[in-house]
């Protein structure tokens, strides 16, 4: 079993910044990659940003350039860095790991984390 926790959402005005923290945990052989996948209301799901074990990276268009992941692999875990946050970023956040575990292959998503951009 994997835990996946999120952390560091909050509310943030316009233009402001925070930082997101996810942490794997639990019987993990390797990680092959971790991103953020975020949901509003009325809106589809979407990739934010994902960075594979190589340090390979991959960001939405709307975020490019503003928001930036990075990832400590042995702490298995994941940061992203969100700035010139707009009221378009408002969203739940989730963390999520793709690896290797006992069982074979895994995808885990975290609880989520609620970022709120508002003035």
């Known amino acids: 079993q994997v835990q996946v926790v999120e952390s560091g959402g909050g509310l943030v005005q316009p233009g402001g910044s925070l930082r997101l923290s996810c942490a794997a945990s639990?019987?993990?052989?390797?990680?092959?990659?971790m991103g953020w996948i975020r949901r509003a209301p009325g809106k589809e799901r979407e990739l934010v940003a994902a960075?594979?074990?190589?340090?390979?990276?991959n960001y939405a268009d709307s975020v490019q350039g503003r928001f930036a992941i990075s990832r400590d692999n042995a702490k298995n875990t994941v940061y992203l860095q969100m700035n010139s946050l707009k009221p378009d970023d408002t969203a739940v956040y989730f963390c999520?790991?793709?690896?290797?575990?006992?069982?074979?292959?895994?995808?885990?998503w975290g609880q989520g984390t609620q970022v709120t951009v508002s003035s």
């Open positions: 999520t790991v793709i690896g290797l575990g006992p069982g074979g292959r895994f995808e885990y």
């Open positions: 960075i594979t074990s190589g340090g390979s990276t």
């Open positions: 639990g019987t993990i052989y390797s990680i092959n990659s």
